[in-house]
């Protein structure tokens, strides 16, 4: 069977050579302004959080959505109560760094750079591109690397979700101080989804840490089920890109979580 997973990372090793030939890190490093934990900080205000995902194509169903650019699904979100942005820059997804810069011109939202880390090079990276937040892959790095690209997302004024699929993954999370746990709802070999993921993985979690259920949501139901299960948020893609209507389907998400958690 195709192993996707491997395939990206595979590729990415020849993208972050060429991005330091391109601009040495030394040189990188002297653009930098430390960020100001901008999803620390809208997370702590909101009960519920919606991390919405400008995602045009999907290396295991190909093109999403020919009818809305990476900057206009941007401002949908924006206006319709999206915590946050999630912006591929990988080209697996349609992603590139010039989307990310685009969408950082347009919109004054928290932003998190959506790629995938196997080098530190990409950290300092997303900070130059205005990333207020990065992902974290456990499953392709070692716990070393792990805690030691957190700390230097830290370091650089950004937060990180550290992203998980199964309790080897949880485990190695939990033993790092990461705020933000995203249980990845995507079979990383076949890209196939489903929340089962998530609600199995939930026992074994830390419910001190702010918990997202990531990919396979895709309806009303979905939604409320991660809520009532212990989920803190959603991080959701196609499930959005595809909806008939976009604005509807994000202030679903967005408000479903909230409303739950006032009554509570």
């Not at 901008?38 to 009960?47: H, N, T, Y």
């Not at 319709?80 to 011109?105: I, K, Y």
């Not at 033993?175 to 995507?186: Q, S």
């Not at 990531?214 to 991080?235: H, M, Y």
């Amino acid at each position: 069977m195709r192993d996707i997973l491997a395939e990206i990372v595979e590729q990415k090793k020849d993208i972050v050579a060429q991005a330091k030939r391109d601009l040495p890190l030394t040189e990188l490093k002297r653009s930098l302004k430390p960020g100001t934990f901008r999803m620390s900080e809208r997370f702590a205000q909101e009960p519920w959080s919606l991390i919405a995902e400008c995602k045009l194509q999907s290396p295991a169903k190909g093109r999403l959505t020919k009818s809305h650019s990476v900057v206009e699904l941007a401002h949908i979100y924006e206006a319709n109560g999206a915590s946050m942005l999630s912006v591929h820059t990988d080209p697996h997804f349609l992603g590139c760094n010039e989307d990310f810069q685009r969408v950082r011109a347009e919109v004054k939202m928290p932003l998190l750079r959506k790629d995938f880390v196997i080098d530190e090079y990409q950290i300092y990276e997303a900070r130059m591109l205005g990333a207020d937040a990065i992902l974290l892959i456990a499953r392709i790095l070692t716990p070393e690397q792990l805690k030691q690209y957190l700390y230097l997302t830290w370091s650089l004024g950004m937060d990180a979700l550290v992203e998980v699929h199964d309790r080897r993954d949880m485990e190695a999370a939990l033993a790092t101080p990461a705020e933000f746990i995203g249980i990845n709802n995507r079979n990383l070999v076949s890209f196939t989804t489903h929340i089962q993921q998530t609600l199995d993985l939930l026992p074994f979690a830390d419910h001190s840490r702010t918990l997202i259920s990531e990919s396979g949501v895709f309806t009303e139901q979905d939604a409320q089920t991660l809520c009532d299960a212990g989920c803190d948020g959603i991080l959701v893609g196609e499930g959005l890109v595809r909806a008939d209507d976009v604005a509807a389907k994000t202030r679903l998400f967005a408000n479903i979580g909230k409303q739950a958690k006032a009554t509570a």
